[in-house]
């Protein structure tokens, strides 16, 4: 067993809190990583208080890794020690299913190992995520850093970037496309980003004037108040695609009002909470509301060199660990631009 250190949450409505726990220890094809940098996902804070209902403790959050190859088993032939590397939100699937042959490992019909709070396959218990000092995991759900990526900034892509890379790949967002992002957060800020360098035709959608300005810095072309009903209908059955990244539950039919016909709203913000779709916002121009989960591992290894490529990286806010359990509440009231991320290294002076 390998004897690592993290912060965990021991119950629903307790702070995450230094914690010692064991890892399986490095098998034929794993990477044994140093973490260096984790970015907090609201996941995480989902996770931590037990808000989907289905966290089993102690829990370590943490799906944003990125760090150093410090160990690796004697099958394992992608990496080796001292690469650069970084983890996602998976870190196994079963590998035998139609999604698993076709690279869409996140829709595993057998069901994905998530990086933290599923059952661990081979030591038993759960998996524990990123806000630790170390992990193990196979060699086919590791991913190579591109050189020069600044390293806490590109935690992030690990869910905020791969989340709204892949609807608008899979939709085709692109150079003669109108796509618009509802909502200027963790996810929302990347899907500007990375809409705008793929070519599309970017509009932020936000409920606040104050992020107007932030919005055309991170490449939208245009920013509409979402509650300025004149500025919304001036873009009536106009869009190809919407990502919608709001975590809260909120309105949709003024969003489907800007679709085109056969245009498409995507959700990847996660509410607590079902919302109502009017079917007449669908029916009447043969809309379509689609989900997206992260992407596979090809996918995401895809969407790291293209954010290489493109110098794109989350805006991040660098904190200490020992901060996790303030930055949590600080989240929630969206007092951050655009996402946290853990230096790891704080780790070793957390008592």
Wanted: charged share 20%; with cysteine; net charge negative.
């Amino acid at each position: 067993m390998l004897i690592c250190t993290g912060f965990a949450a021991q119950t629903a409505d307790s702070p995450l809190e230094k914690f010692t726990f064991n890892r399986r220890d490095v098998g034929e094809t794993d990477v044994q990583i140093e973490i260096q940098f984790c970015g907090v996902c609201h996941s995480d804070l989902h996770t931590a208080r037990n808000e989907w209902r289905d966290s089993v403790f102690p829990v370590i959050p943490g799906h944003e890794i990125v760090g150093r190859v410090t160990r690796v088993g004697p099958g394992v032939k992608k990496f080796k020690q001292g690469d650069q590397v970084g983890v996602g939100c998976l870190v196994d699937s079963c590998r035998i299913c139609s999604s698993c042959n076709e690279g869409l490992e996140q829709y595993c019909e057998n069901g994905i190992t998530l990086t933290y709070n599923s059952p661990e396959k081979i030591i038993g218990g759960r998996t524990f995520g990123g806000y630790s000092d170390s992990i193990v995991v196979d060699q086919s759900y590791v991913l190579r850093i591109p050189e020069g990526m600044d390293l806490a900034a590109t935690a992030p892509l690990l869910c905020a970037g791969i989340t709204t890379y892949s609807p608008l790949r899979h939709w085709k967002a692109g150079p003669g496309k109108k796509v618009g992002i509802i909502g200027l957060g963790g996810l929302g800020h990347m899907g500007v980003k990375l809409a705008h360098a793929m070519g599309a035709y970017t509009v932020l959608f936000t409920t606040s004037p104050s992020k107007v300005a932030d919005g055309k810095r991170l490449g939208a072309d245009e920013v509409v108040i979402s509650k300025d009903a004149e500025a919304m209908a001036k873009h009536a059955n106009s869009f190809d695609l919407f990502i919608d990244t709001v975590a809260a539950n909120h309105d949709l039919s003024p969003y489907f009002a800007l679709l085109k016909r056969e245009g498409t709203m995507v959700q990847v913000g996660a509410p607590e909470h079902p919302m109502p779709i009017a079917a007449f916002d669908l029916i009447f121009k043969r809309r379509n509301f689609a989900g997206s989960l992260i992407g596979g591992i090809a996918e995401t290894q895809e969407m790291l060199e293209f954010c290489a490529k493109h110098n794109i990286a989350s805006d991040v806010e660098i904190i200490p660990i020992q901060k996790i359990n303030e930055a949590y509440e600080r989240m929630l009231k969206s007092d951050v631009k655009y996402r946290f991320t853990i230096d790891m290294a704080s780790l070793k002076a957390a008592v």
